[in-house]
Every structure is written in structure tokens, then in C-alpha cells.
């Protein structure tokens, strides 16, 4: 493992720890000019959103309706009612993206499946960096806020449903992450600066519980007056 990777999975309570838990539960809200752009309301409201720490799987409820809720793998997105009666579901999700551009609308199950990867990937942050088949190795460092932030430049295995396989996740001095630069490749291949910050400890674990994801030009700055998506976490339980 890299020794970088090492020591940011000591800061947020140890790879340990984490696999000692079955689910993560948190509230979620969100919002952005983004949504609009893909025919979706721009603010949402306080939502319940689970996640398997053991596996890409992410539940959301309620979802588009009040007795609604959602389902996502990799493989599959389901949305049904609280009596578990089917309403919408897409199979190979990933597929149905093709010649999606960056302003294309998108329908209920298409924003499921973006919202199941998302949300997974960034409550399993940095712990999904040791998951078989992810390689991380340290970059050139990169000096953003008065900080030198140390720099892993990740490429995930295509199991793992994300919002591109190549990534860079920098982190500060304290080892906790600062910022994720990705390709939105279901929106055009955007390119996409997230920050992350107030980091809040549970059961051990470290969490950050907002988020502000920008654009980013092509020297990888981020454009801050291009706020794309906000989203804030609150009410983290682990079980």
C-alpha cells in the first residue's frame, strides 16, 4: 500500500474500524445550478441515504415521491414504493449514458444511478482507495490555500461505478482530504474540481459533511465562479 495511503486511512479512524461496519447512514441535502441543467429541480430537501461499507450499494429514501425509494449497484438501479412494488428500474445503467452530452436532461433512473455512485463514493472516501483492484500511488505535490496538499492520482477498476476510473484526491498536512478533481463522464466528460471540508468524527471515523464542487479548466484550477453542485451531510450512523 502506499505509504501516503497509509497514513490518510490512519487519520479517518483506520481501515480497521471502518470494516468493523456494515452500513453508513447519514442525511443528505443538495443543490446547484447543475441539477437544472440536467431538467432537475435545483434544491433538494433533507433525503435518508445508506450505503454498504463492504460494497457499491446505496439506497435513498424518500426518492422522486414520498413513498418512494431507491436502489443502486453498479449493475442495476431500482426505485420502488415502500411496499417494495416495482415503479422504475434501469439495468447496465452505465450503458444508457452513451451520447449523453453535458447539458442532456436526464430521467429518474438515469439521476438514480448518479446519485447512488456519487453518494457512494464520497461517504466511502478514502477507505474505497484500498478495495482490491484500486491502484493509488503519490503524484507531484500541489500548493493550494497556503498548504502543500500531497497528491494520489487513483484509477479505479471498472467494477466500481464512478464518476471516471482516473482521479486525484489531495490531501492536507493533517492527512484529511481537501479537494478530488474527476471527469464527469456521464455529463460530457466535464472536468470537475470537489472540495470537501468541517470534518466530523463518528464511531471513530472522520467524515466531511460539506461539499462544493466547481469547474475546472485545463491547468486543473478550479472556476470559482462556476459552482456546480453543493451537498451537506448531517446525522451519520454506523452499524
Known amino acids: ?55 457499491e450499494w446505496t439506497s435513498i429514501s424518500p426518492y422522486d415521491a414520498p413513498d418512494h425509494r431507491m436502489t443502486f449497484t453498479p449493475e442495476r438501479v431500482v426505485i420502488e414504493d415502500f411496499d417494495h412494488r416495482l415503479v422504475q428500474e434501469l439495468s447496465d445503467p452505465r450503458a444508457a449514458f452513451a451520447g449523453y452530452g453535458e447539458h442532456a436532461y436526464w430521467d429518474i433512473p438515469r439521476r438514480a444511478y448518479f446519485n447512488g455512485y456519487a453518494l457512494w463514493t464520497y461517504l466511502a ?72 471540508s468541517d470534518h466530523a468524527e463518528v464511531q471513530g471515523l472522520r467524515f466531511p459533511t460539506r461539499r462544493h464542487a466547481y469547474a475546472r479548466g485545463v491547468d486543473d484550477e478550479p472556476d470559482r465562479n462556476r459552482l456546480l453542485v453543493w451537498i451537506r451531510f448531517t446525522d451519520f450512523r454506523l452499524r
Open 1 to 55: 500500500m502506499d505509504d501516503l495511503l497509509s497514513n490518510v486511512l490512519d487519520a479517518y479512524g483506520g481501515l480497521d474500524r471502518w470494516n468493523a461496519f456494515n452500513e453508513l447512514a447519514v442525511k443528505s441535502a443538495t443543490g446547484g445550478p447543475f441539477w437544472a441543467s440536467k431538467g432537475i429541480p435545483e434544491n433538494h430537501g433533507w433525503g435518508n441515504v445508506t450505503i454498504r461499507t463492504a460494497q
Open 125 to 196: 472516501t478514502p477507505f474505497l482507495l484500498a478495495l482490491p483492484g484500486v491502484q493509488a500511488q503519490e503524484a507531484a505535490p500541489w500548493y493550494e490555500d497556503g498548504e502543500v496538499w500531497r497528491v494520489l492520482q487513483v484509477v479505479l477498476p471498472d467494477s466500481l461505478a464512478s464518476h471516471s476510473s482516473e482521479q486525484r484526491f489531495y490531501f492536507g498536512p493533517d492527512y484529511l482530504l481537501r479537494r478530488q478533481d474527476y471527469h464527469l463522464d456521464v455529463s460530457g466528460k466535464a472536468r470537475v474540481a470537489h472540495y470537501v
